[in-house]
């Protein structure tokens, strides 16, 4: 895990706000898969903060401790300072969940107003339809909505109870390019409106988008965390390719890189910067051939990140 | 990582009482409208004791009688208590299974919905829908099975096997802990059917084969089944309060089951 010490301006605002949800010192076992590995976690207010990684990180794990669906093996987790079950708790907090069945024979409005009545001060069904662009769908039932549709509404059952804490999870799978920016937009207002929340994605170009911290989560561990651009200057780098008469373990030890590997006849280099490493590389090898320098890609970047579990991370700090 | 409690009281966010009491009665409204508009559900449920009472009790044997009561007479007890067993584990199991298997009760549970709201939605609607069957046998045997019985007595007959709905929603909310979203409408057939054949309900007690009659006893529905002919003057003029007894015994013995079920849910057997 990366101690970030330097201070960010967003940073130093996410220091301000309160922990409205923490995991500390969490496992979580399902039979004998270690679906969190001791992490600790933590949401401040007025914050949004993603959970990002690939499938079967756990992500979805995580929120589900934090909303008292299942129990930690050891470890606490704690919303508004107390248990994640108590009803008080949950009066003031939302969840889009990922669900494989929703009762297809209600109306739009009849799920949510059933959900409203739940909260103590939902707000007005028209502001929810609006705020998740449901008004042309009302009507429908949850069995004739296409696959964003849904995604839509159960977000509006998230949003309805205008809780404080909102928990997504992958809340914009299925949702195509344009539903995806405007439930983008959606949860910039609601932070706005000084709400909490806390997002799980696989897509980098989303948390980014939408997080003041990200928390980069692989295998149960958090590998990563800090600001989008923290995390963006762990990840990005350059990745240089070459064939090369070198032993892998001699590369490696060239100051900046920070992973190689073999790729068929060639060797792939990721490292910080190119020139420092390909000086070297040309002083070490006179017979390198077939160089490439590429800019890694975000995603790819990201990838690197959650493969290798962690260690380069830790071996860059 | 430290928390301050700054901020964060939660006093003033409680729920009054008549507003749980709203929550209880929307959940149960829109647990009757799904259902109501899930046609699997409603085929099943009303269409079958409706079907087999017209062609049994109303096309064939409509002159005939057992004991001194006329079959049409008779058949309204028997095909109620199975119409009511059908309504209610239906009602509870294959919901409640689809629900846990599919994430959707998840959902539920992440909201502030009081938990025991969910559970009472599905037993309110299981008694609405025992009603419903209950009602329409009522209607068809006195149209056209000649069944006349005091006004004071069907609304007996009606509120017993209404009644006899708990113990079938208990035993479909345990069906429901158990079985997998799928395989749960089989799971219940292979309660439901079986049960009722041995119960007596679809053949009379008197009709079955010693080794059956004798299983019968054991068995909930037949107690029911009694209790509603007990009604109507015939059966076998056991102990009612025994039949109530047992049937008691069997709803806590289910509860104490989907108890099981609901306490795994929560994680806390894993803790």
Redesign the interface.
């Known amino acids: 895990m990366i101690a970030t010490t330097e201070y960010s301006p967003s940073a130093l605002r996410s220091d301000t706000g309160?922990?409205?949800a923490?995991l500390?010192a969490v496992s979580k076992n399902y039979e004998k898969v270690r679906a969190l590995r001791n992490i600790?976690f933590?949401v401040r207010?007025g914050q949004v903060v993603a959970l990002l990684g690939p499938n079967g990180a756990g992500k979805t794990t995580a929120v589900?401790l934090l909303?008292?669906?299942?129990?930690p093996?050891s470890g606490k987790a704690?919303v508004?300072?107390?248990d994640p079950t108590?009803?008080?708790?949950?009066?003031?907090?939302?969840?889009m969940?990922?669900?494989?069945?929703?009762?297809e024979?209600?109306r739009v409005r009849?799920h949510i107003?059933?959900?409203s009545?739940?909260?103590?001060?939902p707000l007005p069904l028209h502001d929810v339809l609006a705020a998740a662009g449901l008004e042309k769908l009302c009507d429908r039932?949850f069995g004739d909505l296409s696959g964003g549709q849904r995604q839509r509404t159960?977000f509006a059952?998230a949003i309805c109870?205008n809780p404080d804490l909102l928990?997504l999870d992958e809340p914009t799978v299925g949702l195509d390019v344009e539903a995806r920016r405007t439930l983008w937009e959606e949860i910039r207002r609601l932070v706005d409106c000084g709400k909490t929340v806390l997002l799980t994605t696989h897509y980098l170009e989303e948390a980014d988008a939408l997080a003041d911290r990200i928390a980069v989560i692989n295998q149960g561990e958090i590998i990563a965390e800090g600001t989008p651009a923290e995390i963006k200057a762990q990840t990005s780098g350059k990745r240089i390719r070459c064939i090369t008469s070198l032993a892998l373990a001699s590369i490696l030890n060239i100051p900046g890189v920070t992973d190689v590997r073999q790729d068929r006849e060639a060797v792939e280099i990721q490292a910080r910067e190119a020139e420092p490493v390909v000086r070297a590389l040309l002083a070490r090898d006179a017979s390198l051939s077939a160089l490439e320098i590429t800019s890694a890609g975000l995603e790819e970047a990201f990838l690197a990140l959650t493969q290798d579990n962690g260690q380069k991370v830790d071996s860059q700090s | 990582m430290s928390a301050t409690a700054a901020g964060l009281s939660n006093t003033g966010i409680e729920r009054s009482a008549s507003h749980t009491a709203e929550i209880y009665l929307k959940e149960a409204k829109y647990e009757f409208l799904k259902n109501l508009r899930l046609r699997v559900y409603t085929a099943s449920v009303i269409s079958f004791p409706l079907m087999f009472y017209v062609l049994f009790g109303l096309v064939l044997n409509s002159k005939e009688t057992i004991g001194a009561t006329s079959v049409p007479t008779y058949l309204i007890a028997t095909y109620g208590t199975f119409g009511v067993m059908g309504a209610s584990l239906f009602g509870t199991a294959s919901g409640l299974a689809a629900d846990r298997g599919l994430g959707w009760l998840q959902v539920k549970r992440a909201s502030p919905m009081p938990p025991f709201a969910y559970f009472a939605a599905k037993v309110i609607l299981s008694m609405i829908f025992s009603a419903i069957v209950v009602s329409l046998l009522l209607v068809l045997g006195i149209s056209f099975g000649g069944v006349r019985l005091p006004f004071a007595q069907m609304v007996t007959l009606l509120g017993t096997l209404v009644a006899g709905s708990l113990p079938f929603s208990a035993m479909g909310l345990a069906i429901g802990y158990f079985a997998g979203p799928n395989s749960a409408p089989a799971v219940i057939n292979m309660f439901y059917l079986p049960l009722s054949f041995c119960s007596g309900l679809w053949v009379p007690y008197m009709f079955l084969p010693k080794l059956v009659r004798q299983i019968a006893l054991a068995l909930p529905p037949y107690h029911l089944s009694q209790l509603a002919l007990g009604v109507v003057g015939t059966g076998r003029h056991e102990s009612a309060a025994t039949h109530w007894e047992l049937l008691l015994a069997f709803t806590l013995i289910c509860l104490g089951v989907a108890r099981i079920g609901f306490q795994r849910d929560q994680g806390k057997l894993y803790g």
Do not use: C, H, W
């Open positions: 309160t922990v409205v923490s500390e600790n933590s207010a589900k909303l008292g669906l299942i129990q093996n704690r508004f300072s107390g108590n009803p008080q708790n949950r009066l003031r907090t939302g969840a969940l990922q669900v494989g069945r929703v009762p024979t209600l009849e107003d059933l959900f009545s739940y909260y103590t001060n039932k159960l059952l109870g928990f």
